[in-house]
């Protein structure tokens, strides 16, 4: 695990996206709990096709952070604006986002099946006591193809190794086609091996859609990420991770 980073030289380094339009727009935000003030007029963009790395000290706001993005903290101040790049002529189209949790957060005793916890990811889309479209179906086992995990589909989630638990959970996040993944921590609780295949999984989810990560670990998130934010209650953005460095 990196111990800390040193970023002296990305303040002046030309922003690859200048241009673009961000998928996500975060202007001025404030967020906490209660009277506690976690996040402090925050500003940042994610764009297209970004690896996003979020590094900070613990407590500093970066959970707190994708809980804004994913809408299950309602900020104090401030505000969000989400964009689609998928034709919305009708004005219908929302930025689908795709969110794989931290480990620690999954109750392995839950009686779902590999196949079942895939196609919830499809939730959003299907009303929840209707049938699975052959569609759905079809992506689905194309999502089960592409993380390794032919064999699997009717095994419990409890019978998984951490490495295939990881992998079910990042297919149920991507089985919706989102333009932007989140993930919190996805490092955790599984071996070097292990997250050597989740980053190789990841390098090419980025060919198709945005990819915003917190993690400790600054060494590996620095060799994957593209751009980087550094929150500890404000936020530090760097438009590139080049000159980058980590150490303990």
């Known amino acids: 695990m990196g111990g800390g980073i040193d970023c002296h030289s990305q303040r002046t380094h030309p922003n690859r996206y200048r241009t673009m339009t961000p998928l996500i727009e975060i202007k001025d935000l404030t967020a906490g709990y209660g009277q506690q003030q976690v996040l402090h007029h925050v500003s940042l963009s994610i764009f297209p096709n970004d690896f996003l790395g979020i590094v900070g ?15 299950l903290l309602k900020p104090q101040e401030g505000e969000i604006r989400f964009r689609t790049t998928r034709d919305d002529t009708e004005g219908k189209e929302k930025l689908r986002l795709g969110y794989l949790p931290q480990y620690s957060h999954i109750d392995k005793k839950f009686p779902i099946t590999v196949w079942d916890t895939i196609l919830s990811g499809l939730l959003a889309e299907t009303p929840l006591l209707s049938r699975w ?5 079809e992506r689905a086992r194309e999502v089960i193809t592409r993380m390794g995990l032919e064999g699997l589909e009717q095994r419990p989630i409890g019978a ?3 490495g295939e638990l990881q992998r079910v959970l990042l297919g149920r996040a991507v089985v919706s086609n989102p333009e932007v993944l989140v ?29 915003v990560m917190v993690s400790h670990d600054t060494d590996s998130l620095l060799r994957h990420a593209r751009s980087l934010a550094v929150v500890d209650r404000e936020l530090t953005y760097y438009p590139t991770t080049e000159g980058v460095t980590s150490f303990s």
């Open 57 to 71: 000290p613990n407590g500093g706001g970066k959970t707190t952070l994708l809980k804004c993005i994913l809408g």
């Open 133 to 137: 479209s052959s569609e759905e179906q």
């Open 160 to 162: 998984l190794s951490g």
């Open 183 to 211: 993930l919190d921590e996805p490092g955790t609780y599984i071996d070097k091996r292990t997250e050597a295949r989740l980053y190789e999984l990841l390098d090419e989810l980025n060919q198709r859609c945005a990819i």
